[in-house]
């Protein structure tokens, strides 16, 4: 996964902070529909680490932490109610919107509901 591409230098703080939540849900669900298992909180903040370093960025530990709980809220409500093959799908053109390049109306909701989850748990 490439998520640096995805967040050029003029990206805004609340942005980096809706394509994190995007970003990790899509990893969690890729994990889900091709291994059964879920990203675990330490995995999911460790992971969003490292994308933060590739691209020069930083987010404190428990800003990750949440932001991690953020994607596992999302990535659960889209298994919870799809069926495994829309899931895999909806997985695939989550991943292939990380690429800029890529245009999707799924992936434009999908990150209006990450939007929604970061203003529901107190982003303004």
């Not at 889900?32 to 995995?43: N, P, S």
């Not at 809220?73 to 800029?100: C, K, T, W, Y």
Request: glycine share 6%; proline share 2%; hydrophobic share 40%.
């Amino acid at each position: 996964m490439s998520f640096d591409r995805s967040l050029p230098p003029t990206t805004t703080e609340r942005g980096i902070r809706l394509a994190l939540i995007f970003a990790l849900a899509a990893e969690r669900l890729t994990l889900y529909y091709e291994h059964g298992k879920w990203l675990t909180e330490a995995q999911a903040t460790s992971l969003a680490g490292d994308w933060l370093g590739r691209s020069k960025r930083q987010l404190a530990v428990e800003e990750r932490r949440r932001l991690a709980a953020l994607s596992d809220r999302l990535a659960r409500q889209i298994e919870g109610s799809v069926s495994r093959e829309a899931g895999l799908f909806i997985s695939h053109e989550m991943n292939e919107a990380l690429d800029p390049n890529h245009q999707s109306e799924l992936a434009l909701s999908l990150m209006a509901e990450c939007e929604r989850l970061l203003d529901e748990a107190g982003e303004a």
